[in-house]
């Protein structure tokens, strides 16, 4: 029920819509179950011997409670629909009570219709809205223990498995139940007797749902995560295109899809076999029921004991009310799978981001930005960062060197407060980053990595991506001073050009040049460049490097670099080995020194030789 609760406030918004469907759905009750009762005026205006007998007196206790209800219907039909002595003119009523009822039926139920799948779709729209708003505002940290495919899973598959199991239900919990009711009222009108024994077997069917229920919840969870892992490998095999085709593994990944579809269709036979045998096996009852109380019914008939048309319209009646009964019983099972879906949902909103920004706006670099003392790890007792502390001067670079896995895009990564240190602190000016907002301290970088990442979308939007306002003057601007406006102007469509997923339909060097220019659209204080040349060939990489050195002058800048002759220049080089600084100084500084800088200066001399 807790989940429930938690849906709550997503139907909270629809309230007057929810009201209208419960009092749509109450109405289209009464008038199914009327729709149902007209047979016995029917048979009364059809077959008017069978009212010969005499009449029969309602026991006490239950029966006499609801003989009233009889008499009203008795009354209410001998005054406005049959006709004391015409019978055509009684049929005539009847035939127009009839249409009536089922006029009225069908415009309530489609109606209602509407009104619930406007509800349910606008219901998955904010729940879909706030879990993808949460789920971008979380750490870093959580989509690296997370897999996208999962986290996708969850926002479709989940969202619309949850919806689409409770939103219908808010309709039936009124409306079959309401129905059922109406019914049994009738049938406890017309005779008490035959009522207790055909809901005798209730008990069997409540052991039933109980016992398949149990099955239903353990497949439903079965379904959902066999869904995630279907969505997960979609996901993998789609980004790794280039992977699959250039390892010619094609039939492994297929192999491993048709794997995953296997399970999902095992889990989902048996998931159905469970739900599907809920109605056979409720009906089953029912008809046994049924056949008992037409042999204990046409026996009274017989004896004289009731009437021939309260007969009929109690079978009619008993019949018609199975379904919301299955219906009624069955909505513990149809909720099943909607609810463990719901808690996969509900587990990433409840899911609290590791960093957190704080209540003051970061302004301006007026003077340095400093770590001091940091420590990070992303294990327990495997430190990745050992009490770095470095300076970082307004208009200098600092540059970033050493051996691969030294730690280097981890500092990068704490710079920019994607994680927090475990010890030590950054300060920004002298303040702590961790008392800013995290929109206004991010705000202030703009960030080029080696993996180039940009979006489905223009030349144009990619530059100017997260700025609602910026003008076309300073994105051509930024274009030309990232050396891209030569190879734009050439696009077919220039900065209104598609640039497919992931910028595929760019070259490495043009996607490198884009990424720096919607850096520079941002006009920000501090420029992060991690490895921004190291997967380009020799002449992208000369473009893309002229470009950075352009942007580096008087720019307060940190920079990653595999090459170390694009950073001689550098204000400042810092040489990070097993998370540690181990040397510091300028580039001319680290060669006299004649240690590990100088090494991996002359190893490289040598290669480029």
């Not at 021939?308 to 513990?332: G, K």
Request: with cysteine.
């Amino acid at each position: 029920m807790s989940v429930i609760r938690r849906f709550l406030p997503f139907l909270k918004p629809y309230l007057p819509l929810l009201v209208l469907i419960v009092i749509l759905s109450a109405v289209l009750s009464a008038v199914s179950a009327a729709s149902i009762a007209v047979i016995w005026p029917v048979m009364k205006v059809i077959f008017p011997q069978s009212n010969s007998t005499a009449p029969v007196q309602a026991p006490a206790g239950i029966g006499g409670a609801f003989s009233g209800v009889k008499d009203w219907c008795l009354n209410t039909m001998q005054t406005f629909i049959i006709h004391p002595t015409d019978k055509l003119i009684s049929l005539r009523n009847l035939c127009f009570l009839v249409i009536g009822i089922f006029v009225v039926k069908n415009v309530v139920k489609y109606i209602t219709y509407v009104l619930n799948t406007a509800v349910e779709e606008r219901i998955m729209k904010d729940v879909r809205d706030t879990l993808f708003r949460k789920a971008i505002n979380l750490s870093i940290s959580f989509f690296n223990e997370k897999r996208a495919g999962d986290l996708i899973s969850v926002v479709t598959n989940d969202v619309g498995t949850m919806n689409a199991a409770v939103t219908p239900m808010i309709g039936t919990v009124i409306r079959e139940p309401m129905q059922a009711l109406i019914m049994l009222v009738g049938l406890l009108a017309i005779s008490p007797t035959l009522t207790l024994i055909a809901f005798s077997t209730s008990i069997l069917s409540v052991v039933a749902v109980r016992f398949l229920t149990k099955y239903i919840k353990r497949y439903s969870q079965r379904i959902q995560n066999a869904l995630a892992e279907i969505t997960s490998r979609l996901q993998e095999s789609f980004l790794n295109i280039r992977i699959i085709k250039g390892y010619a593994a094609e039939r492994y990944e297929a192999a491993r899809f048709e794997k995953e579809t296997a399970w999902y269709v095992r889990s989902a036979l048996k998931h159905s076999a469970m739900v599907n045998l809920m109605n056979p096996v409720n009906e089953i009852f029912a008809i046994v029921a049924l056949s008992v109380v037409l042999f204990y019914g046409g026996f009274q008939v017989v004896e004289g004991s009731m009437k021939a048309d309260e007969l009929f319209t109690f079978l009619f009646l008993l019949f018609a009310i199975m379904q919301p009964v299955v219906a009624t019983l069955s909505i513990p099972a149809t909720i099943q799978r909607g609810l463990y879906a719901a808690e996969r949902v509900f587990a990433v909103m409840d899911t609290m981001p590791t960093v957190v920004g704080g209540t003051r706006s970061a302004t301006a670099l007026r003077n340095e930005l400093q770590l001091l003392n940091v420590g990070f790890s992303y294990r327990p007792a495997h430190p990745v960062i050992r009490d770095v502390t470095l300076t970082v001067k307004r208009g200098q670079t600092l540059a970033l060197v050493g051996p691969s896995g030294g730690g280097k895009s981890t500092l990068m990564d704490l710079v920019i407060r994607l994680y927090d240190p475990l010890s030590g602190g950054i300060y920004l000016d002298g303040v702590d980053i961790r008392e800013f907002t995290l929109e206004s301290y991010h705000g202030q970088f703009g960030i080029v990595t080696q993996e180039s990442i940009l979006f489905n979308d223009s030349v144009r939007n990619n530059i100017a991506y997260g700025l609602d306002d910026i003008s076309e003057e300073k994105i051509v601007e930024a274009a030309r001073a990232a050396n891209a406006i030569d190879f734009i102007e050439r696009l077919p469509h220039g900065f209104d050009t598609p640039i497919g997923d992931r910028g595929v339909l760019l070259s490495g060097g043009q996607r490198q040049r884009l990424a720096i220019a919607r850096a520079l659209a941002r006009d920000p204080q501090i420029l992060l460049f991690d490895e921004a040349t190291s997967a380009l060939d020799t002449e992208s990489e000369m473009l893309v490097q002229e470009a950075i050195n352009k942007l580096l002058e008087d720019r307060t800048a940190i920079v990653i670099a595999h090459r170390l002759s694009t950073i001689k220049h550098a204000h400042m080089i810092a040489v990070v080995e097993e998370g540690a600084i181990v040397e510091y100084g300028t580039h001319e500084e680290l060669l006299a020194a004649g240690s590990l800088y100088k090494r991996l200066y002359e190893v490289q001399f040598r290669e480029d030789g």
